[in-house]
């Protein structure tokens, strides 16, 4: 079983930084890329960035190309996401997921984290 477990959410000022990590472990954890997603009180839950493991290809919802950063750390085992340039419309919870076979960075994953608040007040 993949756990993967999210930190780094907080209260944030439109303009500011926040940085988020995800964990993951589980047997031999070994997906093929990992994702973050983020949901808004009464919106659907969105893709904000995704990045293969192998690789270090990325993709990016356009609401954050040039503001998000998603990086990996192999040995650890850990995704991040670097936040910048936060507006309040970037408050949600931030979920991070596994994809653990080939695919497209925006299709199916398999395991889910339990999320973290992000919110950014104007």
């Known amino acids: 079983q993949v756990l993967l477990v999210e930190s780094g959410g907080g209260l944030e000022q439109a303009g500011g930084s926040l940085r988020l990590s995800c964990a993951a472990s589980?047997?031999?954890?070994?997906?093929?890329?990992m994702g973050w997603f983020r949901q808004s009180p009464g919106k659907e839950r969105e893709f904000v960035a995704a990045i293969r493991w192998g690789a270090g290809s990325t993709d990016y919802a356009d609401s954050v190309q040039g503001r998000f950063t998603i990086s990996r750390d192999n040995a650890k085992n850990t995704v991040y996401l670097q936040m910048n340039k936060l507006k309040p419309e970037d408050t949600a919870v931030y979920y991070c997921a596994a994809m653990m076979r080939y695919g497209n960075l925006r299709g199916f994953y398999d395991y889910w984290g339990q999320g973290t608040q992000v919110t950014v007040s104007s």
């Open positions: 589980g047997g031999s954890f070994s997906s093929y890329a």
